[in-house]
């Protein structure tokens, strides 16, 4: 047997003794041994891209939902570099990414051979792990050292208290498929009872006790864990909970969904100073809970990886892998004083939204509400997921997923097409059309390719919407060329140079109705800028005068 096609047998066999399920492959010749092993193997489901940006975040969707590693496999030269922008995402979010590059072996590097860059180290700092496997060798003591390096990238990949992308560098020489022969100079077989090497988790850390106070509040941002276990005592200590939708805690009677515009209103901000304030995930959607945190007398925030934590506001005082909120004695004054606040900020909202036509944020309001029990929503990470923080409803039995990590456009179709691969259910998706144009490849699926159940709702502003909300609208000779970037392009031809079916909405009667189906398919609703900038103000001004109202 030829050393390459040796060691890709043995590397994928044993990545799925590990636990391995899913392998995203963007094609190339020097890949071709790990190609080859990984479409043999009938305990691994195969996805094929041809464009490696959309091949990584179709991994990354994969892996978020899953909570497992998924194979991220390139050729070698800029291919691997395509993949930075998904590793990047992986490494904010703590989504568990295993990406295998191939590579020439080192007496081709630095020659000028083709398709030959430096890719030792190729992410920095943006992986749990690097390792480069040396030129495999007939030679006893391989197989060893392949497994075990496989078990240790597979284990450091999934955390547990850390997860994240790990980058193996597989260096092949010629030949690179299989020659026929099965002869090598030790046995190839792993271990009969399961993965070689087998990683045991230590035991679970020791929770922080609070002080029992009736004045606190649970704020849950992108990338939560247990969130269940911390709403219920939140719950039971009579505490607020405001909740980012990707958090995955709006629901409830305590779930405060118009806290962006509570927060927002200085009257109410400065008059519900809590006790302590604990933080699952990171919260990041929402200025006036950032800037309302920096004044927490007590900001405890709950990370299961001590060496890094989200605390972009510098406000942390305390930092805990667990938390026990306790029970606490005393009357409800405090919740009821956010709930008045939040009936009344929800009252005047909807009733903006109401009169509004199909805006952007009643569409991402509507959606929200319109989905079926036990659906996904994946939304894109610039204004989709923030019109979703200010104007869903709580509700239960759906879960909302972003790439926030590093909060980019790019991959969003891909990534939410992972996600429904990865999801036992219906699955949507709500993006703006410069992230969807960013990604169409993504669209570009082979005949033998796994498709998804996906929804794609996209709101076309014919730009990008989010600056005309921002300081730089106000520039407006250069706004409009270099910030609000019109493009003009019909979605409609995109979606059919793919194949993929188009519905065109632009009256909130036809919403329900065109989510209707199944497979990958298209929703288009169209939006103005300008209109929606001045609809967001309309919503702000009339939530804070509801606020300072029930207040008074």
């Not at 993965?195 to 992108?222: M, N, Q, Y």
């Not at 009667?509 to 103000?537: F, I, T, W």
Request: with cysteine.
């Amino acid at each position: 047997m030829n050393p390459a096609t040796a060691l890709a047998t043995v590397l994928v066999d044993e990545l799925a003794r590990c636990g391995l399920t899913d392998v995203v492959l963007a094609p190339g010749s020097r890949s071709a041994p790990l190609a080859l092993a990984v479409h043999a193997d009938s305990r691994l489901r195969l996805h094929v891209r041809v464009d490696e940006r959309s091949a990584s975040h179709l991994a990354v969707g994969l892996a978020r939902r899953s909570d497992r590693p998924v194979v991220l496999i390139c050729t070698s030269g800029t291919a691997a570099a395509n993949f930075h922008p998904a590793v990047i995402e992986a490494h904010e979010s703590g989504v568990p990414l295993l990406v295998l590059t191939a590579d020439r072996p080192p007496e081709l590097r630095d020659t000028g051979a083709s398709q030959t860059v430096d890719q030792i180290k190729l992410y920095g700092t943006a992986v749990r792990w690097f390792s480069e496997i040396g030129v495999p060798e007939d030679r006893p003591g391989q197989v060893a050292y392949w497994r075990s390096t496989a078990c240790r990238a597979y284990q450091r990949a999934m955390g547990p208290y850390d997860p994240g992308p790990v980058h193996l560098n597989v260096a092949f020489r010629e030949p690179l498929i299989p020659d026929g022969d099965p002869s090598w100079s030790e046995s190839l077989e792993g271990d009969a009872a399961g993965p070689w090497v087998r990683a045991r988790v230590g035991s679970p850390p020791v929770a922080l006790h609070l002080p029992p106070t009736r004045r606190g509040v649970l704020v849950v941002g992108d990338g939560a864990t247990n969130t269940r276990r911390y709403v219920a005592a939140a719950g039971m200590a009579g505490w607020p909970i405001l909740s980012e939708p990707n958090g995955g805690a709006r629901y409830g009677d305590h779930a405060m969904s118009a806290y962006h515009f509570l927060l927002g209103t200085p009257e109410f901000a400065d008059r519900h100073r809590p006790d302590v304030v604990v933080t699952l995930g990171r919260p990041g959607l929402s200025r006036p809970l950032l800037n309302w945190l920096r004044h927490a007398g007590e900001h405890i925030v709950v990370a299961a990886d001590m060496t890094r934590w989200p605390d972009p506001t510098r406000s942390a005082t305390q930092v805990a892998q667990v938390v026990e909120i306790p029970v606490a004695a005393g009357d409800d004054v405090w919740l009821h004083s956010w709930r008045r606040a939040e009936t009344a900020a929800r009252a005047a909202i909807d009733e903006v939204l109401d009169g509004s036509g199909l805006s952007e944020p009643r569409l991402a309001r509507d959606l929200a509400e319109a989905l079926p029990n036990g659906a996904l929503l994946f939304s894109g990470s610039s204004m989709p997921i923030r019109d979703l923080d200010q104007a869903m409803r709580p509700r239960r039995g759906l879960r909302i997923m972003a790439n926030r990590g590093a909060a980019g456009i790019d991959g969003v179709v891909s990534s939410a097409m992972g996600a429904a691969l990865a999801h036992n259910g219906p699955s949507y998706a709500l993006m703006g059309d410069l992230t969807f144009l960013h990604d169409q490849n993504g669209l570009l699926l082979g005949s033998r390719e796994p498709r998804p159940d996906l929804c794609l709702v996209v709101v076309n502003n014919d730009g990008g919407g989010i600056f005309s909300l921002l300081p730089q609208a106000a520039l407006r000779d250069p706004f409009e060329r270099v910030f609000g970037t019109s493009h003009g392009v019909d979605l409609g031809y995109v979606a059919a140079a793919t194949g993929t079916p188009y519905t065109f909405v632009d009256e909130p009667g036809q919403l329900v109705k065109a989510l209707r189906g199944e497979g990958l398919r298209m929703v288009e609703v169209r939006s103005d800028r300008e209109s929606n900038a001045r609809l967001h103000a309309v919503m702000r001004d009339a939530a804070h005068a509801a606020v300072r109202d029930a207040m008074a």
